[in-house]
């Protein structure tokens, strides 16, 4: 089985733009996370998409936003980008539905915000 | 408030030098424990999940083991190719969502 792939692999925007990062999960998997991961503040939750629905949302602003197709691949969006958006964004995908899934991450999207 | 606390931050071995990372966590109705290891520029590997007290595994040079309050990952006569960032995380709630990850321990082993 081909694994969680992100895209793209790097980025770099300037402040004030937006970016739209893409996730394609393991096939099967319904439940599609988001993390932010900076070195001062390590991996954080942003959000979670079971069956195109936002299921848990993390502690951070309304510019970023998600959302999940019907085929389980999901997008996320970072509007009026600020330099301390700066980070790698990871997703990681499980089959969903129970606590005890485990998630499996994609590399990674590395957004630079100068 | 609930969080997760991994010691120490970073730890240098030599090749065959066996030793421990801890992962402290406080959160109320813990549902699983994880532990990942990730290496540069790519994302977390999942390596573990422990779900109760008492409970062991084991992959190779790795064992993790779970106490009400803490987790050990035992790395016995590592190998250099065992560098890396080794990540804990809290499963608590019913959803996905409520992960809590530790900053992770940098481990280096040098041959």
């Known amino acids: 089985k081909a694994g969680v792939t992100q895209t793209p692999r790097y980025l770099i925007k300037t402040r004030g733009q937006q970016v739209t990062l893409s996730c394609s999960p393991i096939?099967?998997?319904?439940?599609v996370s988001w993390y932010q991961q900076t070195p001062g503040q390590g991996l954080q939750f942003l959000f979670e998409?079971?069956?195109?629905?936002?299921?848990n949302k993390g502690n951070f602003p309304g510019r970023f936003s998600g959302r999940q197709f019907s085929n389980s691949r999901s997008e996320m969006n970072v509007s009026t980008l600020e330099l301390g958006d700066s980070a790698l964004y990871l997703c990681?995908?499980?089959?969903?539905?129970?606590?005890?899934?485990?998630?499996?991450f994609g590399a990674g999207t590395r957004l630079s915000v100068l | 408030e609930d969080q997760v606390t991994q010691s120490p931050e970073a730890l240098r071995l030599q090749e065959g030098e066996s030793s421990s990372l801890n992962c402290s966590y406080t959160?109320?109705?813990?549902?699983?424990l994880f532990w990942y290891r990730q290496d540069p520029g790519k994302g977390p590997e999942f390596l573990f999940t422990?779900?109760?007290a008492g409970e062991e595994k084991e992959k190779e040079r790795l064992k993790a083991t779970l106490t009400k309050k803490e987790s050990f990952l035992h790395i016995t006569a590592p190998k250099p190719e065992d560098s890396a960032t080794y990540l804990c995380?809290?499963?608590?709630?019913?959803?996905?969502?409520?992960?809590?990850f530790g900053k992770g321990t940098k481990l280096s082993v040098k041959p």
């Open positions: 990681a995908s499980s089959e969903g539905g129970k606590a005890k899934n485990i998630q499996y």
């Open positions: 096939s099967g998997h319904r439940s």
């Open positions: 998409y079971f069956s195109e629905t936002q299921r």
């Open positions: 959160v109320s109705g813990l549902r699983g």
């Open positions: 422990l779900y109760s």
């Open positions: 995380a809290v499963h608590y709630g019913g959803s996905q969502g409520n992960l809590i």
